[in-house]
Nanobody, 123 residues
Framework: QVQLVESGGGLVQAGGSLRLSCVAS????????IGWFRQAPGKEGEFVAA???????TIADSVKGRFTISRDNAKNTVYLQMNSLKPEDTAVYYC?????????????????WGQGTQVTVSS
């Protein structure tokens, strides 16, 4: 089992930037893709981005061009760089480790989840 801890959330004005971090511990970190999801009040959880062991990634259309995902395997850390933030980006952001080795956007393919970090974007 992989344990994940997110950090870096906070309050930012529209147009600003934040960088979220997801630090992993436990079993081998490098093998499985790591993804970010978000949950806004009253809305369905939404896939944001995922990155595999070699740095290949996939990004949701809703954040493409504004968010980037990367990983540092030596530090057991995945980053979500969020630029040009909008009020609709306000949500709790969770990182998760995929059960399998392929890159995926499907929530059920992720088996270990962090506790989440709040991101609030003011207009």
């Amino acid at each position: 089992q992989v344990q994940l801890v997110e950090s870096g959330g906070g309050l930012v004005q529209a147009g600003g930037s934040l960088r979220l971090s997801c630090v992993a511990s436990g079993r081998t970190f490098t093998a499985n893709p790591i993804g970010w999801f978000r949950q806004a009040p009253g809305k369905e959880g939404e896939f944001v981005a995922a990155v595999n062991w070699s740095g290949g990634s996939t990004i949701a259309d809703s954040v493409k061009g504004r968010f980037t995902i990367s990983r540092d395997n030596a530090k057991n850390t995945v980053y979500l760089q969020m630029n040009s933030l909008k009020p609709e980006d306000t949500a709790v952001y969770y990182c998760a480790a995929a059960r399998y080795f392929y890159l995926t956007t499907t929530r059920n393919d992720f088996g270990s989840w962090g506790q989440g970090t709040q991101v609030t974007v003011s207009s």
